[in-house]
């Protein structure tokens, strides 16, 4: 029995030694393999580049999601000539991680997914202003004052609706007060595209009676959802009769799913509806970046006509600058959208907003 | 010989923790104290009246009381079900014991963002608060089942035999005999629950619970503003600060290890009689739950949608990455956890002892992106060639699974007898044969399993392998947020599944490693067993 029981411990202890040193050998072997394949993420390939000789690649941080822009930011290696390395995240936690790494980050450009991390880092000090000459195809209102971020494509506020439930779908966002809608109307309280649509509302009609249509908007019974992909699921699952989301989410499911798998619709407001706002991506040159001059070429490749193609064809889109049109998708014109301008990439509006939610409990 | 000192009135007769063990248990503590001094730094930048700010708001105190409400009503789940379930599979003629016991500890495979996703889906109509309770019990009660399972086939049935005996009926036995056996697994495995309750995020965001971890990331999303989000991550860690000293206070006294003479007997199981059939019932009902609706979910989405053509080559390559960062980080945190656990269960009389198990535990409640935003906070400044590399991230790991590990080897040692080791060392043995030939041996089993549950936990983490990973370096769980962030659910499918099946195989080695205690008998008892065979063949 002891003789057993020791010869068992022995043996256990001896597999255990055995596990253990295969269990480091193929960390080490498989660190080793990972460590070979990192670097350059953007393509497979590394285009001939005259990045050694500037020290390092030219480091994207990129707050838009792989799926949508790993294409095109392969191109953007090939175009710019230099070796591309893409770290991606979403953009608030990248926003975040640069405001921590500050003047020691090896980050030269960073692609938002939205103006406000952009306005949070300018204001930081963390952005570098680009050359007037490269974001000059861009209206004034798609970027900073001091050109410290541009944007790079927009998008547009829309109602996604179930035409099983809804037979004409409102004409404007006060609509969705009415008893019709009680409960049946999805929304993505935390999403920052929602922060920027209440600003919109703000600065329409002023605090007292955004804060008004705010409250009845809760008193309505929202469902409310953690991000736009699970409002566009509510609203296509029937569960909800009206979503608030921004209009390339459906033309992604429909890419996903078919268009045949995709019951329900999108609805654009009129122009000078808060509910019809432009919301844009854009990007920014980090400051003291050693890879200043490819950062820019960077920028003026994310404005030039090859990528607002891509913009406007593969994820659906608007191109930020004049003359480029989708080959794929019904888009309304940009023109016929919206109806007045925010600054989106004022911190301080965005706060009264965040202010506004809270009172009302929409979080 | 060396001459032993008794410490501490009762405590146990114990040598001089080694000095050596000393500093590395120090160094430990101080690597999970990292965020602690980040998070210091950034609440207090602007000055202690925004502190007071955040502190005093009202929704802070209303979130402290989500917090703990949902902590504590996961932690109440997952001990009802942990115990029930780990006393079904040891103590009961439950048909199929054996397989139940594995599939009690495979829930840890699955991701809580998973579990979360494919129930607000299956479920949405589910209140906030009970689709988190739901989804994060399902996810964290092998938590308790294990350690309780493993206390349940070391402790000796026959005093549940003996209160029988002596006119308790069987639940009364339960409560008087069992239950007590249990306490202390049931409560280490009931502290873990509650810490990583508070920090998890994928659940509470999915089911928009407003809870820490949840305002904290709004935080960072809505206003870029870090320092009320410090703030919150500091009274996060008062919190676990006030937690964990009040789980060491029902751990109690009294010794845990057998070392009565004699075999253990063989437990003759406890007939279930007419509740066989609801005890099956109920242990398929928590498999179905757990287990059953997320694999369903990922088997829709994996039939489903036109984007499903996956890339064996990059799923192939995230598994390698996985598994290496993952097993890494068990490996590294493990040898850190060891001198940590062993001083806390040898020489837990002492007040610095103490200090260190408790540091290592008050980061653990802190949600990953704080921890990743305070290893980029420090790494940038003082480690740059290593920041962004592979040792960044395993420290990451580190940091923020550490208890894991220290809680499972503190609780093996303890088990495992000091008296054997004061027979090794009355027969001639220096400290470190002891600590090699006696204290390893016989704790192996459940360091073993303290690196896996690290393993796993490494697996399915999110947020700081997403700040902290090597530049073009993917894990499962990256892959995995890239495409449910696009909302390319079918594209996303295989990376779940390749990641559950993937966090399987440790769990597997968890369950598994508990029908094999059962060959072996109780470890203490063995390990005494080695010891006076070895004495015995001495000269």
Not at chain 1, 88 to 114: I, M, N, V
Not at chain 2, 349 to 358: D, S
Request: proline fraction near 5%; aromatic fraction near 6%.
């Amino acid at each position: 029995m002891t003789m057993n029981a020791h010869v068992s411990r022995r043996r256990a202890t001896a597999r255990l030694a055995a596990t253990a040193a295969a269990a480091g050998t193929a960390v080490l072997v498989l660190t080793a393999c990972g460590s070979g394949s990192s670097g350059s993420a953007a393509g497979s390939s590394t285009a001939g580049s005259s990045a050694a000789d500037q020290g390092g690649p030219l480091t994207i941080y990129s707050g838009r999601n792989e799926t949508l822009v790993g294409p095109l930011l392969a191109d953007l290696e090939e175009s710019v000539g230099t070796e591309v390395a893409v770290r991606y995240a979403s953009s608030s936690e990248l926003a975040a991680q640069l405001l921590e790494e500050g003047e020691q980050t090896e980050a030269d450009l960073f692609f938002s997914q939205d103006a406000g991390a952009l306005g949070a880092l300018a204001e930081a000090g963390l952005l570098t202003g680009l050359p007037e000459d490269a974001v000059s195809t861009v209206a004034a209102a798609y970027r900073d004052a001091d050109n410290r971020w541009v944007a790079t494509s927009a998008r547009a506020r829309v109602l996604a609706y179930d035409p099983d439930q809804v037979s004409t779908p409102p004409d404007s966002v006060d609509a969705l007060l009415e008893p019709a809608y009680a409960g049946k109307v999805a929304y993505a309280p935390t999403n920052a595209s929602f922060h920027a649509f209440v600003t919109a509302l703000r600065i329409d009609r002023g605090d007292e009676a955004a804060k008004t249509w705010l409250e009845r908007f809760a008193a309505n019974r929202p469902q409310a959802y953690e991000s736009n992909v699970l409002v566009l699921d509510a609203v296509d699952s029937g569960r909800a009769a009206i979503g608030l989301i921004n209009h390339y989410y459906w033309h992604q499911k429909v890419a996903e799913v078919g268009a045949d798998q995709v019951s329900a619709r999108l609805h654009y407001l009129p122009a000078g509806d808060p509910g019809a706002l432009v919301n844009v991506a854009g990007a920014g040159v980090i400051a003291g970046s050693e890879q200043e001059q490819a950062a820019v070429a960077a920028v003026r490749f994310l404005l030039g006509t090859r990528a607002q193609q891509y913009f406007a064809d593969e994820t659906a889109e608007y191109p930020i600058i004049s003359g480029v049109r989708t080959t794929k998708h019904d888009l309304q014109p940009l023109e016929q959208v919206q109806g007045f301008e925010v600054d989106l990439g004022r911190l301080d509006s965005l706060d009264k907003t965040l202010v506004m939610l809270d009172e009302v409990g929409i979080t | 010989m060396r001459s032993r000192q008794r410490r501490g009135g009762g405590e146990r007769a114990s040598p001089t923790a080694p000095t050596a063990w000393l500093a590395l248990a120090t160094l430990a503590a101080a690597v999970a104290l990292l965020p602690i001094a980040y998070l210091f730094v950034r609440a207090l930048e602007r000055g202690p009246g925004v502190v007071l700010d955040v502190v005093w708001r009202e929704r802070t105190v209303a979130l402290l009381l989500r917090s703990l409400a949902l902590g504590g009503a996961v932690t109440a789940v997952c001990l009802v079900l942990g115990i029930g379930l780990a006393y079904l599979t040891i103590r009961t003629d439950l048909p199929g014991r054996r397989a139940w016991t594995v599939i009690a500890v495979l829930p840890l495979a699955v991701p809580s963002y998973v579990a979360s996703y494919v129930w607000v889906s299956f479920a949405p109509g589910l209140p906030s608060f009970a689709g988190a309770v739901l989804v994060l019990s399902a996810c964290s009660y092998p938590y308790v089942f294990l350690p309780v399972a493993a206390a349940l086939r070391r402790a000796d049935s026959s005093t549940q035999d003996v209160a029988r005996s002596l006119g308790d009926g069987p639940w009364r036995a339960f409560a008087r005999v069992t239950l007590r056996q249990v306490r202390h697994a049931a409560g280490a495995g009931g502290l873990l629950v509650m810490l990583y309750v508070l920090s998890d995020f994928g659940a509470v965001a999915i089911w928009r619970f407003d809870a820490f971890t949840r305002v904290i990331h709004a935080s960072y999303r809505s206003s870029f503003d870090r320092t009320p989000a410090a703030v919150l991550g500091l009274l996060l860690v008062l919190l676990t600060i006030a937690i964990t000293l009040a789980e060491t206070r029902t751990r109690g006294r009294g010794e845990p290890a057998r070392v009565g003479s004699g075999a253990a007997a063989p437990a003759a199981p406890v007939p279930l009689g007419a509740w066989r059939v609801p005890a099956c019932l109920a242990a398929a009902g928590v498999a179905v739950v757990s287990l059953g609706v997320p694999a369903a979910g990922l088997l829709y989405w994996l039939a489903r949608g036109s984007s499903a053509g996956t890339d064996v080559d990059v799923l192939a390559a995230a598994v390698a990455t996985t598994l290496s960062v993952a097993v890494a980080g068990g490996i590294v945190t493990l040898a850190l956890a060891l001198p940590v656990g062993w001083l806390a269960a040898r020489h837990h009389g002492r007040a610095a002892v103490r200090f260190i198990e408790h540091a290592t535990y008050a980061g653990h409640a802190l949600p990953g992106v704080v921890v990743a935003l305070s290893l980029v906070f420090l790494g940038v400044r003082y480690a740059q060639p290593l920041y962004q590399r592979t040792p960044m991230l395993v420290l990451a790991y580190v940091v923020l699974f550490l208890p894991l590990a220290v809680g499972a080897v503190r609780a093996s040692v303890a088990q495992s007898s000091v008296r054997l080791e004061e027979v090794a060392r009355s027969l001639g043995r220096p400290p470190r044969r002891v600590m090699r030939e006696v204290t390893l041996p016989l704790a192996a089993p459940g360091v073993a399993a303290g690196a896996l549950l690290v393993v796993l936990a490494a697996m399915k983490e999110l947020p700081a392998t997403l700040l902290l990973h090597p530049t073009g370096m993917d894990t499962l769980a990256t892959r995995l947020w890239t495409f449910t962030d696009a909302g390319a659910h079918a594209a996303a499918a295989p990376y779940a599944a390749g990641l559950v099946l993937l966090a399987a195989v440790p769990a597997l080695l968890l369950g598994g490693a508990l029908p094999a205690a059962r060959g072996a008998r109780a470890p203490a008892r063995a390990g005494r067993a080695a010891v006076t065979e070895q004495e015995a063949m001495a000269p």
